[in-house]
């Protein structure tokens, strides 16, 4: 397997989180019905909309830039995706008409796409100390 680049990491992750967000709607809709499915879809696409808005942050900054700037930019991107996942979940289950165990099991199967990433993407001929 040749080394994925870090976008194309990112697009693997993101692929994977609405993949396994779509099976979570399919297998919510077989099982609780058109609501669950709906609460499936919501819980999941926050997931992967969070992971979209930091994956933008992190790759604003270009190529040789200070490693102060590439912190920054991670640090930054990281404490506004987690007021953001915060904010829309709070929202969803506020005022969405949601059921709240399809939306969180969808949003926590999603974030397991970072797992489900690694055999596809880690390249073992990177050693790291």
């Known amino acids: 397997m040749r080394a994925m680049g870090a976008k194309q990491v990112t697009r693997t992750i993101l692929l994977i989180q609405l993949l396994v967000t779509l099976s979570g709607a399919t297998a919510a809709l077989a099982f ?3 609501q669950a ?4 879809l919501v819980g ?3 997931s992967a909309l969070v992971t979209s808005y930091f994956a933008s942050q992190v790759f604003s900054v270009h ?3 200070p490693a102060t700037k590439i ?5 930054t991107g990281e404490l506004i995706k987690l007021l953001l996942t915060a904010v829309l979940l709070s929202v969803a ?3 969405l008409q949601v059921s709240p165990l399809p939306l969180l099991l969808a949003y926590m199967a999603a974030l397991m796409a970072y797992w489900l990433a690694l055999p ?3 390249d073992a001929s990177v050693r790291t100390l």
């Open 44 to 46: 999941g696409g926050i």
């Open 93 to 95: 289950l506020l005022w």
């Open 120 to 122: 596809f993407t880690f």
């Open 32 to 34: 609780g019905g058109a």
């Open 63 to 65: 190529v040789g830039s």
């Open 71 to 75: 912190a920054r930019a991670f640090y």
């Open 37 to 40: 499915a709906y609460s499936a």
